[in-house]
């Protein structure tokens, strides 16, 4: 059995930092995980116990673990955190009388009744240089010594913002990305969206999470029926819940005009339909709108995955244009083969993309989204090699270029192409 944990809500953390110098402590316990946390806390004389909530609230394993009374937590003395660190490191249990020592008031001795303390040192962080001590350490506390135990201190901030220092956030999270198709690779590029800190998502999808779905989908048999928007807005609420989600069952072609009102509020489209229509659809929605959008699929029942970035630039052509180019240069034109879909596992069309291919996809596709978005805000670093990416998932020699990959997980990058004299989408009307 591993060695109990035991979980410091915020809250009770800022209790006990703003407390006097002991007070009690009830835990819930799971005896199965040998966990748990802080469910109840006092201060000092005053023994009103004041309950903390452990979120998610409602879905945390420990929110129906056992109550165990009788805890304690004391204000003590830098070094017996110095102690603690050394202690777990050797696994040495400390004697009762040096333990006591260290705590300032309110001591109870164990007796038969062994317990769980918490000590806090707020000197101890920089107790020893180059490691950080923490100012909160658990001990068991018996008749034979006091026991370091594994402790862990919920953060002020948790979420995406703990990444502050390191990402650009702050021109993420101001940025709303429009995803329209929340199937397999839709579903995999919202979450991989919401992970980098894009800070809002439009979801367009009019269609329901069927069971046939599931082989392949991010979101589980519990939303089957549902609306694939809906499923997927549900789950990345509860996994990052810094993020807005908004969803629309929407159909990209039959409710352009929804669709064009909300672009007005989007700064980039990720397209991850299967259809010719609804591709050619968001390609010119997307450039009326002046707008990048990178469309991402898998080709030859799942064999290549693709991504496309449109940029609404002068000498850059829509999905027609560049696939009218790829045509003239002798390779074949995917957009019928994207209409067949991955199957349903029926007779009559047999299961085809695998699941995780097609998340590998929609990530790449989130990926060069948001590589777009940080590319326009200066950030040199982001630029990707080209406007269209041909991934190998599972290659078969003989196909014409750019689709003749033959080793598994290649990308290869290409140029945009330019637009077509005449075409509707790329001329200004
Ligand atoms: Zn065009």
Redesign the pocket.
């Known amino acids: 059995m591993r060695e109990l944990i035991v979980l410091v809500p915020h809250e009770a953390a800022s209790r006990i930092r703003g407390s006097g110098s002991w007070g009690n402590v009830t835990f819930k316990v799971s005896a199965a995980q040998n966990a748990g946390y802080v469910h109840q806390i006092s201060s000092g004389p005053d023994t009103v116990m004041l309950p903390v909530e452990l979120q998610p609230v409602r879905r945390h394993f420990l929110n129906s673990g056992e109550i165990h009374c009788g805890g304690r937590w004391y204000r003590v003395g830098a070094d017996l955190h110095v102690l603690w660190y050394l202690g777990r490191r050797r696994t040495t249990t400390l004697k009762l009388e040096s333990f006591k020592a260290f705590v300032k008031s309110g001591f109870v001795h164990p007796g038969k009744a062994a317990y769980i303390a918490i000590t806090h040192a707020p000197d101890a962080v920089d107790r020893i240089p180059g490691e950080r001590l923490p100012a909160l350490a658990a001990w068991h506390v018996g008749a034979d010594g006091a026991a370091p135990l594994d402790i862990d201190c919920e953060p002020e901030v948790l979420g995406n913002e703990q990444l502050v220092q390191s990402w650009p956030l702050e021109y993420l999270k101001p940025s709303t990305v429009m995803v329209v198709g929340a199937g397999s690779i839709g579903g995999a590029a919202a979450h991989a969206l919401a992970t980098y800190g894009a800070g809002r998502l439009y979801l367009v999808d009019p269609d329901r999470l069927r069971w046939h779905n599931l082989v392949r989908h991010m979101c589980g048999p519990e939303h089957v029926g549902r609306s694939k928007v809906s499923a997927v807005r549900q789950d990345l609420e509860l996994l990052r819940p810094g993020v807005e989600v908004r969803d629309f069952e929407l159909d990209v072609a039959q409710d352009a005009n929804q669709i064009r009102a909300l672009l007005m509020s989007t700064d980039i489209v990720v397209g991850a339909t299967d259809g010719v229509a609804s591709r050619r659809v968001i390609s010119h929605l997307a450039r009326r709108a002046r707008l990048d959008a990178v469309l991402a699929c898998v080709l030859e029942d799942g064999a290549l995955g693709e991504i496309l970035r449109l940029r609404p630039w002068p000498d850059r052509?829509?999905l027609?244009?560049q696939r009218h180019a790829l045509r003239g240069a002798g390779a074949i034109d995917p957009e019928p083969g994207i209409d067949a879909g991955y199957g349903t596992g029926s007779r009559h069309r047999p299961m085809t993309a695998v699941g995780a291919d097609l998340h590998l996809v929609g990530q790449l596709a989130a990926k060069a989204a948001v590589a777009t978005l940080l590319e326009r805000r200066g950030f040199p670093d982001q630029q990707l090699p080209g406007d269209h990416a041909v991934i190998a998932l599972r290659p078969q020699p003989g196909r014409a270029a750019p689709f003749d990959l033959t080793h598994t997980e290649t990308i290869r990058w290409r140029p945009g192409t330019p637009?077509?004299p005449g075409?509707p989408?790329?001329e200004d009307p």
């Open positions: 052509g829509c027609t244009c637009p077509i075409c989408t790329c």
